[in-house]
């Protein structure tokens, strides 16, 4: 069976928390990815900034749903969300836009099981970890490949 160790990209290129959205922007559009891996202090993994991350700084402010009882007024979405929204369109930095917490991968995780991520969660990318390691990043287009070679 494939594996995540066979298909994936071991010179990661990583963006910081403190890099400019800008500058993260031509990365991404340069380099041809739709997402990059955000490292912070010891090459810990904190996060992923996504094209998506970028697009939804172009996004209108959602306007949250609310209701009224006793002249009060009660939100149905999550003020936190709401917050977390706020500061993605306006990110100056990787920090401000990128998504936490991303979803990772093992190096012997099988392409089935990564493949059916991709297409069950939306993820075009995702970090390859090793004993908390960021060790490889698998893309679509890496599943492709290997499709059109085993054909």
């Not at 010891?42 to 959602?62: K, M, N, T």
């Not at 960021?134 to 290997?146: F, N, R, S, W």
Request: glycine residues 8%; proline residues 5%; hydrophobic residues 45%.
């Amino acid at each position: 069976m494939i594996k995540a160790k066979d298909i994936m990209t071991k010179e990661v290129v990583t963006l910081t928390p403190a890099t400019e959205i800008t500058k993260a922007a031509k990365l991404l559009l340069e380099k041809g990815f739709n997402a990059m891996p955000v490292v912070g202090e010891g090459g810990r993994l904190v996060g992923i900034l996504c094209q998506s991350d970028l697009i939804s700084q172009q996004e209108a402010l959602p306007v949250p749903s609310y209701f009224t009882i006793l002249d009060s007024f009660i939100p149905l979405t999550s003020l936190k969300r709401m917050e977390r929204e706020v500061q993605k369109i306006a990110a100056t930095t990787v920090e401000q836009a990128m998504t936490l917490e991303p979803v990772t991968v093992g190096p012997d995780t099988g392409i089935e099981e990564i493949a059916a991520l991709m297409v069950d969660k939306g993820f075009h990318t995702l970090p390859v970890m090793e004993d908390g390691k960021l060790v490889g990043i698998v893309g679509k287009e890496d599943i492709l490949c290997t499709l059109v070679a085993a054909s």
